[in-house]
């Protein structure tokens, strides 16, 4: 079973960046689908961002469209989410999933980390 592990999460002001990281265990494969999703304070978890493992196709949440970028590094089994222009309203718990369908579904992920928290001062 590959384990997901999040990283990069903390404190910043409004407007500011963040770089987050997941690492897989294991190998990820091609057909693999990477997402992220966030759970705010009070709120249900929902979609960030998804990368097409093999092919690099990307999806974003209108919320994070245009400030937020994912990435990854296929010899390093990491998947990152780069985040601009922080606002008080993306704070919360960022998850990192792996599945295998290009979905914004969180019943399409079969594998989860355990979350890094997230923090933006206004």
């Known amino acids: 079973q590959v384990q997901l592990v999040e990283s990069g999460g903390g404190s910043v002001q409004a407007g500011g960046s963040l770089r987050l990281s997941c690492t897989a265990s294991g190998r990820i494969y091609s057909s693999s689908v990477m997402a992220w999703f966030r759970q705010g304070p009070g709120k249900e978890r929902e979609f960030v961002a998804l990368?097409?493992?093999?092919?690099?196709?990307?999806l974003y949440a209108d919320s994070v469209k245009g400030r937020s970028t994912i990435s990854n590094n296929n010899a390093e089994n990491t998947v990152y989410l780069q985040m601009n222009s922080l606002k008080t309203e993306d704070a919360g718990v960022y998850y990192c999933?792996?599945?295998?369908?290009?979905?914004?579904?969180?019943?399409?992920?079969?594998?989860w980390g355990q979350g890094t928290q997230v923090t933006v001062a206004s």
């Open positions: 990368i097409r493992w093999h092919s690099g196709s990307l």
């Open positions: 999933a792996r599945g295998s369908h290009y979905s914004t579904a969180q019943s399409a992920y079969f594998s």
